[in-house]
Structures are given as C-alpha cells and as structure tokens.
T-cell receptor, first 116, second 113 residues
Framework: GAVVSQHPSWVICKSGTSVKIECRSLDFQATTMFWYRQFPKQSLMLMATSNEGSKATYEQGVEKDKFLINHASLTLSTLTVTSAHPEDSSFYIC????????????FGPGTRLTVL | LAKTTQPISMDSYEGQEVNITCSHNNIATNDYITWYQQFPSQGPRFIIQGYKTKVTNEVASLFIPADRKSSTLSLPRVSLSDTAVYYCLVGAPRNFGNEKLTFGTGTRLTIIP
C-alpha cells in the first residue's frame, strides 16, 4: 500500500518550453501533496505544499508563476515548469501525505528534468 | 521546524549492525521522528517512524530516548544493497498543522564487501 507514481520518469526539453509532471497516489487519497527538488549530491528541498481544491503554498524563494501546481483531485497533483531554462534541470520528487496511516509522507520515484 | 543533525557519512562491512544517530535538540511535543532511505535517482523510501522508546519493523529498529532529543536507526546485518543515503526527519502530524518535512544533509552509508 501507499504507492505514489510520477510521470514522466525523465524528460528532456528545449529552453523556453513548458513541462508538466504528474504525481499520483495510486492506492490512497491524498488531500496534501508536496513537491521537492533535488540537485546532484544534495538533499531534497521543499518547493511547495499542494492541497486539493486550493492554491498551493510555496516556500520562500520559489517562483509560483514559474512552477505552477494544480491539485485537482484527491489522487493527482501536477507541477508545470513554465518557460524552462537550463538552471531548472533537476530531479523533481513529489510526496503524498497518507490518510489512514500514521501521517507519513510517501514519495514518488522522481522525475529527471533536463533543459537544453 | 526541528532541525536535525546526522553524520555526513559512514562505512560498514557486510553483515554488521549499523547504527545511525540523529540529533534533534529542539523537537516539539507533537513531533514524530521518521527515517527515509534514498538510492541515487530514486525518491526516498519510508523506513520507520516513531514517537518514543523503541519501534521495530521488518527492516530496522528505531531507538528514542526519554528526552527525545536524539534517535538512532539500527540496521541489522547490512548488505551491499543497503548502501544509500539515510535521512532523519522530524515533523508533526497533519492535525497539528505542521506536516512539512525539512530534509537535512542525510547520512551516506557505504557498505563494504
């Protein structure tokens, strides 16, 4: 139980294009999901908290107009990187807060974004 | 959010028991302690969670002293596949409105054959 998926697992795009990453909780409903970013050899950095049916809460320093988050259902949150640039290349990981479990965050497998 | 401090790296031989200690001096009353394992290019995997004393599951044990200012993850008889980064996190359940987790540097555990 408590499986979280992400799609795509990797994506390569040209600078200036937008990329959408999906995060799904497969066997549980998640009113709250989180989006993280991880650069090589570094720890995970929280970007935003996504709540179903409401606007996402962004961490300080994260541009909300650049990283659009939509949590339209209890099992799906999406992160759109708009007008991507090479410095946005990173490993993006989502997590979902379990319900009926001990409030544990369950993480997706991550999405590797490379912007050329 | 309670800050955590862990050793940056540890080495151990196969078959040994490995103990990774995490300090969280300003842990709050409602905070739980959770450990995750991360392999390269993968999302973190939940290992174990606890509030106080000792918790054991099929893969690890978690020891938390009475003052809760530290915790120790114990991995019995490690194998090469246990080589990974281990993160200790402290956070409160959703009902207390502080379910965000802050990742520290983690401990890079290397198992030597």
């Amino acid at each position: 139980g408590a499986v979280v998926s992400q799609h795509p697992s990797w994506v390569i795009c040209k600078s200036g294009t937008s990329v959408k990453i999906e995060c799904r909780s497969l066997d549980f409903q998640a009113t709250t999901m989180f989006w993280y970013r991880q650069f090589p050899k570094q720890s995970l950095m929280l970007m935003a908290t996504s709540n179903e049916g409401s606007k996402a809460t962004y961490e300080q320093g994260v541009e909300k107009d650049k990283f659009l988050i939509n949590h339209a259902s209890l099992t799906l949150s999406t992160l759109t990187v708009t007008s991507a640039h090479p410095e946005d290349s990173s490993f993006y990981i989502c997590s979902a807060l379990g319900t009926g479990y001990t409030d544990t965050q369950y993480f997706g497998p991550g999405t590797r974004l490379t912007v050329l | 959010l309670a800050k955590t401090t862990q050793p940056i790296s540890m080495d151990s031989y196969e078959g040994q028991e490995v103990n990774i200690t995490c300090s969280h001096n300003n842990i709050a009353t409602n905070d739980y302690i959770t450990w995750y394992q991360q392999f390269p290019s993968q999302g973190p995997r939940f290992i174990i969670q606890g509030y106080k004393t000792k918790v054991t599951n099929e893969v690890a044990s978690l020891f938390i002293p009475a003052d809760r200012k530290s915790s120790t993850l114990s991995l019995p008889r490690v194998s090469l596949s246990d080589t990974a980064v281990y993160y200790c996190l402290v956070g409160a359940p959703r009902n207390f409105g502080n379910e965000k987790l802050t990742f520290g540097t983690g401990t890079r555990l290397t198992i030597i054959p």
